[in-house]
């Protein structure tokens, strides 16, 4: 079929019963054009995670190839196709701890992605003379500084931050700063398109913006297939297994997981005292299970975070008290922000069996090299939502897990078969 002497077998004619033209293919060609050249931008402390993006995006878009005839190369647009997709960047310190950024390459006409790791503490800056450590505060505004060294030269520009800055801090009680939905505003008055979050503590906060391209997506399938991998004996079964929140914020969260997988809900209380305040916060004064029996069934707590790790300890060792059997703990972010002591003899008393985190925030070196520790790796997923927001695509398909969580659990289910077989 030819229109306008524009053939079906290089650009890919649909018909007019065709309403597929704009959902986002994993695997093969997108019909949709590209909003731009693509250019990373990787802000200070997410080098490493930026540069594993770009080889998975090159891997993505190399795929494209295949389903080209020779002859069709030409569809291919200019700066589609290339070894190195980041714009260079410097973020000047000077002395007295202020800074500058500077790109070091055009941005004209590029579709920008700046991918910002706001709690790498790894990193320090001199400041009279001293060796300072970044804070969240540091990278956000470095994130501040390089929309505005972009200077409106660049076609779009969207955000990839994974951990939600100031996440916790979305709601007014009393008289408190609302920080995480202020930055929100401000990132969006500057210019920002698209703002890519994960597993947000709280995706409400998405109302401060309600017509920016706010999303928080879910890190539930790559999590799970990283549980099915690194423990081979595991099984998704609803007389094995059940899947625990570790409060009421976190329901929403663990209700996913346990209707995805067909398991038993149970959840705990965080009982605080309100007439004391430390670190900002009503101390707890307990967690109370309510939820099933627990005992000889195998545990999945499910949290948007680790940040000490009491909370998640104290858990395990109730639910242990109550004769629960291996102990899985699954989060988006792993902070361990008091280190990983405590984890590692945790797990040698056997409190717990293993911690499954991404690879979407900073790790210290120890928990990489922990036994009872293993990353998602979330860059291909992060590459592929790149590339389809630079088609223009409908990204649905990506944000829901529920079809690749299906296939994933038939394949564990098959595998066990042939296995008692």
């Known amino acids: 079929m030819t229109i306008n002497n524009v053939t079906n077998s290089n650009f890919g004619y649909l018909d007019a019963k065709d309403r597929s033209y704009n959902v986002y293919n994993q695997s093969g060609r997108n019909p949709m054009q590209t909003h731009g050249p693509v250019g990373i ?164 906060v998405a109302n401060s913006v309600p017509i920016g391209g706010f999303e928080s997506i879910s890190t539930c399938y790559q999590i799970l297939k990283a549980m099915v991998k690194t423990v081979p004996d595991i099984s998704f079964s609803p007389d094995r297994m059940m899947v625990v929140s570790p409060d009421e914020g976190g329901i929403k969260r663990a209700m996913y997981y346990a209707s995805v997988l067909g398991l038993s809900l149970g959840t705990f209380y965080k009982r605080r005292d309100y007439a004391v305040v430390e670190a900002g916060r009503n101390p707890i004064v307990a967690h109370e299970f309510l939820g099933e029996s627990v005992e000889g069934y195998d545990i999945l707590i499910v949290d948007d975070m680790i940040s000490s790790g009491d909370s998640m300890l104290d858990l395990a060792r109730i639910l242990k008290e109550k004769k629960a059997n291996r102990i899985f703990c699954a989060t988006s972010f792993g902070l361990f922000t008091d280190g990983i002591g405590r984890f590692n003899q945790a797990h040698e008393q056997g409190l717990i069996d293993h911690v499954f985190c991404t690879n979407l ?56 078969k042939q296995e008692e077989q």
Not at 393 to 409: M, T, Y
Request: with cysteine; aromatic share 10%; net charge neutral.
């Open 41 to 204: 931008i990787a802000l200070t402390g997410a080098e490493d995670f930026a540069a594993q993006v770009n080889a998975k995006l090159l891997d993505r878009r190399k795929q494209y190839l295949e389903d080209l005839d020779p002859s069709d190369s030409s569809y291919l647009e200019p700066g589609f196709l290339r070894e190195d997709y980041t714009i260079p960047i410097d973020l000047v310190r000077f002395s007295s701890g202020e800074g500058k950024a500077v790109i070091n390459s055009t941005v004209r006409g590029h579709d920008l992605y700046i991918i910002v790791d706001p709690i790498n503490y790894s990193k320090t800056y001199k400041m009279f003379g001293q060796d300072n450590r970044m804070s969240p505060d540091d990278h956000y505004q470095n994130l501040i500084r390089t929309i505005l060294a972009i200077s409106g030269k660049a076609r779009r520009i969207n955000v990839v931050m994974p951990f939600l800055y100031e996440s916790r801090q979305h709601r007014r009680s009393a008289r408190e700063s609302l920080d995480c939905a202020y930055m929100l505003e401000e990132i969006f008055s500057l210019g920002v398109t698209n703002f890519l979050t994960f597993d947000a503590h709280d995706e409400r």
């Open 361 to 416: 925030n900073y790790h210290q070196p120890e928990l990489l090299d922990a036994s009872w520790y293993t990353d998602a790796d979330m860059t291909k997923f992060v590459a592929l939502l790149i590339d389809s927001l630079n088609h223009n695509a409908s990204i649905s398909g990506l944000l829901d897990p529920s079809a690749k969580i299906n296939k994933l659990i038939k394949k564990l289910k098959k595998k066990k």
